[in-house]
């Protein structure tokens, strides 16, 4: 029962933005939204996460719109090293398991 | 910075050994977390501890167990490797809830 819905790739010009949506309509009030990211044969990496506010921080930005049932992570300036799979998960407080669904592949063109 | 190290990034067996896989962490975390990864098939959580001593399946535990005696290392034990499960094999923790961190993994070739 997947929680997020994710397009399964999408290309983005290098120095340009990337906006790489997720939709979470069943999300509920005590759940963040969470962004990873893996870039080939390396462990998955931590991006960024919210609850209802948009955050920043020196890697992204996290848009959440304001009934929560989607959000978007921004890359402002997508750079070769930043070709990866991204991760958008659900997760509450409560919730001790973590699990993936496919994510999107993001590749970064010169 | 936490660290997540996993015993081995690459290892091979053969059919029917009892292979282990050890992660540890060094950040306290309470919970952890072994995955697999498979071309086409994404990251499949196998087990998770939220404690020592405590574990819980995840979505593809079938061919596999896990150990927690102490919190900083967790432990996935393949009793009989069969080919199948060749795959790479990700460790991760997290606090109780937050920010997972992960290993480098680990790629299993059973022969």
């Known amino acids: 029962d997947a929680k997020t819905t994710q397009p399964p790739s999408m290309d983005c010009a290098e120095g340009r933005a990337a906006n790489l949506p997720c939709n979470h309509s069943t999300i509920s009030g005590n759940e963040y939204v969470y962004w990873y990211r893996q870039i080939h044969s390396q462990g998955p990496q931590y991006i960024i996460h919210g609850l209802k506010n948009n955050e920043t921080n020196e890697m992204a930005s996290l848009i959440i719109t304001e009934d929560r049932k989607s959000s978007t992570l921004i890359l402002p300036h997508a750079t070769l090293r930043d070709t990866a799979v991204y991760y958008c998960i659900v997760r509450g407080h409560n919730d001790y398991k973590l699990s993936f669904g496919a994510g999107t592949t993001v590749t970064v063109r010169a | 910075d936490v660290k997540v190290t996993q015993s081995s990034r690459y290892l091979v067996k053969r059919t029917g050994e009892k292979v282990f896989l050890e992660c540890v962490q060094d950040?306290?975390?309470?919970?952890m977390f072994w995955y697999r990864q498979d071309p086409g098939l994404g990251l499949r959580l196998i087990y998770f501890?939220?404690?020592?001593?405590?574990?819980e399946k995840g979505d593809i535990p079938e061919g596999y167990s896990v150990s927690r005696e102490k919190k900083e290392r967790f432990s996935l034990i393949l009793e009989s490797a069969s080919t199948n499960q060749t795959s790479m094999y990700l460790c991760?923790?997290?606090?109780?809830?937050?920010?997972?961190?992960f290993g480098q993994g680990t790629r299993l070739t059973v022969v």
């Open positions: 950040m306290d975390h309470e919970n």
């Open positions: 501890s939220y404690d020592v001593k405590m574990k």
């Open positions: 991760a923790s997290s606090l109780r809830t937050g920010k997972a961190f």
